[in-house]
């Protein structure tokens, strides 16, 4: 698990609660049944109707990356494609056969045994092109999602406020029975802000930054494969290569 991830989420909820109760309140002010299903409620109803099913599931099977630790070393990468390039650009193609099953990096993995088998170097690039697309939309699926959910929550946050004012306009002459309907109206945008700014659209940008992140990975791998195909020298791919260190400490910015 990545201790970041929980301390944020950790610190949110203890950031809300404390802040909740220095004000006077007690924890248990801030439950609302009736706020809790119409932000919730209603951010689920958004989200069945804004995406299809096979959507939704990616997107849940791909949440726990929030919170899992994801350990992306580009630099052992890099060394392992100049490895490999090394080996062909001295002894051939056919001589990376013995230490093909060494390669850890998946797509480079497979890449090579299309490169070991003689594949067309333009189709194999359009190959792993496709792949890097695909799974680069694939792997924004759950941010989507969850920045979907966050922006849903907020308005539904003011649609929850306005229905629970509404039957405090009606009894507002007496404010002992208007105070607490206007107060449980409120809680509609704590519910709906909170779980937006302090959970959902943090960890929309978490994920989002992940994928760019694989992508410069595959990136790398795309480059590395048309350099050994081409013949380049080693010291000019890595140099080449390495250009993407950048761009992976970078990735958050790359959409």
Request: aromatic fraction near 8%.
């Amino acid at each position: 698990m990545e201790f970041y991830s929980l301390l944020g989420t950790g610190l949110g909820i203890i950031v809300l609660l404390g802040g909740a109760v220095m004000a006077g309140l007690s924890p248990g002010d801030l439950v609302s049944g009736s706020a809790l299903l119409l932000v919730g409620g209603g951010t689920a109803a958004a989200l069945l109707l804004s995406f299809s099913a096979q959507e939704l599931r990616e997107a849940w099977s791909l949440l726990p990356m929030v919170y899992r630790k994801v350990e992306q070393d580009l630099g052992s990468l890099i060394e392992e494609v100049v490895r490999i390039a090394e080996i062909s650009r001295k002894e051939g193609v056919l001589a990376i056969e013995p230490h093909w099953e060494a390669i850890e990096d998946p797509l480079f993995k497979k890449a090579t045994r299309f490169v070991i088998d003689g594949f067309d170097a333009g189709a194999l690039k359009e190959m792993i092109e496709s792949e890097i697309s695909v799974a680069y939309e694939k792997d924004l699926a759950a941010a989507d999602v969850l920045e979907a959910a966050g922006k849903s929550a907020v308005r539904l946050g003011f649609l929850g406020a306005v229905v629970g004012l509404i039957p405090a306009m009606k009894v507002l002459a007496d404010f002992s029975k208007a105070g607490p309907a206007i107060a449980v109206a409120l809680l509609s945008l704590v519910y709906g802000f909170g779980a937006a700014y302090l959970i959902l659209l943090p960890a929309g940008r978490k994920l989002r930054s992940r994928a760019a992140q694989a992508r410069v990975a595959k990136e790398v791998v795309k480059f590395g494969v048309v350099g050994i195909q081409e013949g380049l020298n080693p010291n000019f791919l890595r140099e080449r290569l390495e250009v993407f260190l950048f761009a992976d400490r970078n990735a958050g910015s790359l959409d």
